[in-house]
C-alpha cells in the first residue's frame, strides 16, 4: 500500500463512480480498478460494494475515507513545510550575541527576519565573546555576533567583520579634563584610573586596551574591573575614574560623552558561523546582515556619542 493507493480510492470513494473516478484522476478505469482492489486485498477488508448500477462505501471504507483525508491533508503540509524550509521560510534559528555591541541593530534586524521569515523558530542567547564562539563552533548556536577572539584556532569556521569599533574614553560631560577635548592619546591615561570591563566578559577588548597603554609606555592603573557594560558606565558616573569602551556602546543621552583615543585602536564586531552549516534559515539571515552591512542599515539611526571609528 502506497500514497497512489490511497489518492486512487479516495477518489473512487468520493465519486461513487471508476468512470468518474478515471476522468478525475486521468488514468485507464482497468487500472484504477486494479490499485483499488490492491489495497482491499492488502488491508484483508472490503471497501466498496460494487453492483452493476452503482458504487457503495462500506463501513471500513467510510473510515478510510475519512483517514485517507487527513492523511493526505498532512502529506501536502509537509511537502510545503518541505519546500519552505528549503527556501528559508521555516527552521531554528539559533543566534548567541553579545549585548552592549549589538543594541544599536539588533533588535530591529531580527524584526526584519521575522518579517520576512515568519515561520523560522528564533533563539536567542546572550553569552560573553568567548562562550558566542565556542557554542558556534561546537555546533550550539547556528551563527554569533561576537568578537573574533579565537579566529584561526578551529576548522570551517567563518567570519565576516561587521564593524571596527573604535576605542575611546566614557567620562562625565563636566569632566574639567576633558572639556572641549575632541580626542585623547593614550599616554593621558597614564595618571587616571581606569574602569575597563573584565577579561573573562571582553578578552578582546581588555586585551586591546592594555596592548594600546602597553605601545604609548605604561601599564595602566585599573580601578575596576566589572562584568558588566552598564557597571562601567555607573563607576564613571560615580566619580571612579575613565572607562575604556567602545564607541557603539555609549548612550547619546545622559551625563557622558565619548572621546576617542589616538593613535586610534579597534575592536572588530563580527558575524561568525560554521562553513559547512547548509541550513536554509541560517543562509538567509547571514544574507540579510551582510545586506544590512552593505547597505550601512546596521548602525543607521543609532548614533553614539562620540566618533564612528569605521
Not at 484483508?44 to 458504487?55: A, D
Not at 596592548?211 to 571612579?240: I, K, N, W
Not at 560554521?274 to 552593505?294: H, I, N, Y
Amino acid at each position: 500500500m502506497d500514497l497512489r493507493h490511497l489518492r486512487y480510492f479516495q477518489a473512487v470513494a468520493e465519486e461513487l463512480s471508476f468512470s468518474k473516478a478515471a476522468l478525475r484522476l486521468r488514468i485507464a478505469q482497468p487500472a484504477l480498478s486494479r490499485a483499488v482492489k490492491e489495497l482491499e486485498e492488502d488491508l484483508g477488508v472490503q471497501l466498496l460494494e460494487r453492483t452493476r448500477s452503482r458504487v457503495r462505501r462500506t463501513e471500513a471504507g467510510t473510515v478510510l475515507l475519512r483517514e485517507a483525508g487527513l492523511l493526505m491533508e498532512r502529506w501536502e503540509e509537509s511537502i510545503r513545510r518541505v519546500k519552505r524550509t528549503a527556501a528559508g521560510e521555516e527552521g531554528e534559528l539559533r543566534l548567541g550575541y553579545i549585548g552592549p555591541p549589538t543594541q544599536p541593530f539588533l533588535g530591529r534586524l531580527l524584526g526584519e527576519y521575522r518579517k520576512r521569515f515568519p515561520r523560522v523558530s528564533l533563539h536567542l542567547e546572550e553569552r560573553t565573546p568567548e562562550r558566542v564562539w565556542e557554542m558556534v563552533a561546537r555546533g550550539r548556536f547556528s551563527a554569533g555576533l561576537t568578537r573574533p577572539v579565537r579566529f584561526g584556532e578551529e576548522q570551517g569556521m567563518r567570519m565576516v567583520i561587521l564593524r571596527e569599533e573604535r576605542l575611546g574614553i566614557v567620562c562625565r560631560k563636566r569632566d574639567p579634563v576633558l572639556r572641549g577635548s575632541k580626542e585623547l592619546g593614550w599616554a593621558e591615561l597614564e595618571s587616571h584610573p581606569l574602569i575597563v570591563l573584565a577579561r573573562r566578559e571582553g578578552v578582546g577588548l581588555h586585551d586591546a586596551v592594555l596592548a594600546g597603554c602597553r605601545a604609548a609606555g605604561f601599564a595602566p592603573r585599573l580601578a575596576h574591573t566589572p562584568s558588566l557594560v552598564g557597571a562601567v558606565m555607573s563607576y564613571v558616573e560615580a566619580g571612579a575614574g575613565w572607562g575604556v569602551v567602545v564607541d557603539s556602546v555609549v548612550p547619546v543621552q545622559g551625563d557622558l560623552r565619548f572621546v576617542p583615543l589616538t593613535p586610534a585602536a579597534t575592536v572588530p564586531l563580527a558575524l561568525v558561523w560554521q562553513e559547512d552549516d547548509r541550513s536554509p534559515a541560517v543562509e538567509r539571515f547571514r544574507d540579510l546582515v551582510l545586506e544590512w552591512k552593505e547597505e550601512g542599515r546596521l548602525w543607521a539611526g543609532a548614533g553614539s556619542s562620540g566618533a564612528t571609528g569605521c
